[in-house]
Structure formats: structure tokens, C-alpha cells
């Protein structure tokens, strides 16, 4: 069974971690059909506004998979609902990015949709229409998808319903379990107020590594200034990111000294769609590659950057194999 290698990077001493080092991803999360209208002027409310539209797939879990396998990582497992209408075709772009899909076909209702509207500064806003992702249930679980698996990662948006909230937790608990560790995503701060930051924490307890960005982790402590929130959330959480677009990341850890890791500059900036879940996927590559956590977070930078110069949230073809 494949494995993550990251290239360049070395395992620091005493880098490791419970679970962390040798072995294969899981996500579990959402896999969605992308609309994204990129538009140069302001939009002009009640006609018309010149735009190039694309239909691309996306999904913050099915995009942080991608990036994870783009980023070095061989044994890349994804698991996600769809609707039967698109499920051939996602199914098809995630193997060919690397993947292996672990879907479940929804025959009731559609493939989660989002319109991602990007402005001349490459800033996008999102209408969502969610469809099966938070249909996910318990049926589709089972424990041995977690078999050689050194972590799992959580899409956040399964949290904001019941039965595919229900699901995340059990994968949690075997994951657990089985001493493999977890982290999440808390993937909008809009639904995240709508759930309550409460019955968010109170959900992700037991994970050992969030990954917000500043808009979430604010909204998770009531602190304004992010490396506030970072040390904050890492006293409930072992490990916290806290992205911040343009201005880096920050990392904190138990509590201690934030660290702060610059962003990568790029020219031709195009669309920011995605670039927090190609950080994730960066990040989670180089850790399982035997990274500590500020090369990590390095490699998760390195992977926002690229991010930014292509349209939706995936990366382009994977270079050819050395």
C-alpha cells in the first residue's frame, strides 16, 4: 500500500506523533461540482455582468485529498457522498488526481453545488446549495476504511447536520480508537455561527489538530487578533493553523509560543478558490512524510501558492513521475 512522500523533506527528531509518519491518508468530507464565475468588473445588480464560467469538480474534502497526493502523499483515500447525475464524472477526475474514492452514490438527491463568484482581486464569495454532502450517513462507514491509515482528516462542513455530523463522529471515535490521529477543518465560518461554537468544539473534542482560518478561529475564542485565537484554540486542541490568506499562517501548539510562517509570493494571482484546502492537503503531506510542525506548515504555504495561480480548488496535472 503506498505511502506519503514529501519530497525535500526530512524527519526532524522527536517530529513524530501518535500515528503521524508512514502512513495513509483518510478524508472524509465533501466532493462538489464547482461553478466559478470570474467576473472583472463589480457585479451589477438586475442585468447583466460579463464573466468566464467554468464547471469544475471541487469540494473542500475532495480538494484537500488532491492536493494531499499532489503534495507527495501515495495512499490518498477519500470518502463522500454524490449524486448519481455526476458521481462517473467526479469519480473519474479524483482517480486521476491520485485518489482513491471511497463514494457513495446518492440516487435521491444531486451532487452538492457551489457558485464561487471571483472578483478582479481574486477574492470569491460562495452560493451553496449542499445536496447529498450532508447526507453522508452511518451506513456509509466502516471501520476497516481506516485500516492502514496514519491519520484522518475531517471536512468541517459535515458538522452542520445531523446525520453526516453523526457519521464524522464515529469515524473520530474508531480513529481514536485505533490511536490514529485526526484533525479538522472548520470550513465556514458562516455555518459555523449558524451550528454555535459550542456545539462545535464540544464536537471536534478528542482531535489533535485544527485548521482554521482567521475569520473562524476569531469566531471560535471571541479573540480579534489571530495569534491570540491560535494559542487559545491550542489549549483545547494540541495543535492548532490558523491560515491567513496573503499574510502566511500561524502555528501554535499546547498552549506555547505562536509561530508565524510567511506566505509564499506568487504573480498572477487568478482565483483563491480552494487555496485553504490545498494548504491543508500540503500541510497533511508533509507531516505524514515525517515533517515537524513548522515545515509543515511551510509545505501547506508552498501548496496555497500554487493554488492561487489555477481556476478552482484542484491542481493542475500531476507532473509526470521521475
Request: charged letters at 25%.
Given at each position: 500500500m503506498g505511502r506519503c512522500h514529501a519530497p525535500g523533506l526530512r524527519r526532524p527528531a522527536g517530529s513524530g506523533g501518535r500515528g503521524v509518519s508512514g502512513g495513509g491518508l483518510l478524508v472524509i468530507g465533501d466532493v462538489v461540482t464547482d461553478v466559478v464565475a470570474r467576473h472583472g468588473a463589480p457585479l451589477v445588480h438586475g442585468t447583466d455582468t460579463a464573466a468566464r464560467i467554468?464547471?469544475?469538480?471541487?469540494?473542500?474534502?475532495?480538494?484537500?485529498?488532491?492536493?494531499?497526493?499532489?503534495?507527495?502523499?501515495?495512499?490518498?483515500?477519500?470518502?463522500?457522498?454524490?449524486?448519481?447525475?455526476?458521481?462517473?464524472?467526479?469519480?473519474?477526475?479524483?482517480?486521476?488526481?491520485?485518489?482513491?474514492?471511497?463514494?457513495?452514490?446518492?440516487?435521491?438527491?444531486?451532487?452538492?453545488?457551489?457558485?464561487?463568484?471571483?472578483d478582479s482581486a481574486a477574492e470569491r464569495t460562495f452560493l451553496t446549495d449542499s445536496g447529498a454532502v450532508l447526507r453522508l450517513s452511518p451506513a456509509d462507514w466502516s471501520p476497516p476504511m481506516l485500516d492502514g491509515v496514519a491519520h484522518l482528516h475531517l471536512s468541517g462542513y459535515l458538522l452542520f447536520a445531523a446525520t453526516s455530523r453523526a457519521t464524522a463522529l464515529l469515524a473520530l471515535r474508531e480513529a481514536r480508537r485505533r490511536g490514529i490521529t485526526v484533525s479538522v477543518d472548520p470550513a465556514s465560518a458562516g455555518f459555523l455561527a449558524e451550528l454555535g461554537t459550542s456545539r462545535f468544539l464540544a464536537a471536534v473534542e478528542g482531535a489533535d489538530l485544527l485548521l482554521p482560518n482567521a475569520d473562524e478561529a476569531r469566531l471560535l475564542t471571541g479573540l480579534s487578533e489571530p495569534a491570540e485565537a491560535a494559542a487559545e484554540l491550542s489549549r483545547r486542541v494540541g495543535r492548532v493553523v490558523v491560515t491567513l490568506g496573503e499574510g502566511g499562517a500561524l502555528l501554535a501548539e499546547r498552549g506555547a509560543a505562536v509561530r508565524y510562517v510567511p506566505a509564499v509570493r506568487v504573480p498572477g494571482a487568478v482565483d483563491s478558490t480552494g487555496a485553504g484546502d490545498a494548504f491543508t492537503g500540503g500541510f497533511l503531506a508533509a507531516r505524514l512524510a515525517g515533517a515537524d510542525g513548522v515545515a509543515a506548515t511551510e509545505a501547506g504555504c508552498r501548496a496555497g501558492a500554487e493554488a492561487v495561480t489555477v481556476v478552482g480548488g484542484r491542481p493542475g496535472p500531476l507532473p509526470p513521475t521521475p
Open positions: 467554468r464547471t469544475l469538480p471541487g469540494g473542500a474534502g475532495a480538494n484537500v485529498a488532491c492536493w494531499a497526493a499532489r503534495s507527495g502523499c501515495s495512499d490518498v483515500r477519500l470518502l463522500a457522498r454524490v449524486g448519481a447525475d455526476s458521481a462517473d464524472w467526479h469519480r473519474d477526475a479524483l482517480r486521476r488526481a491520485g485518489v482513491r474514492c471511497l463514494l457513495a452514490v446518492d440516487e435521491r438527491a444531486p451532487t452538492a453545488t457551489v457558485v464561487a463568484l471571483v
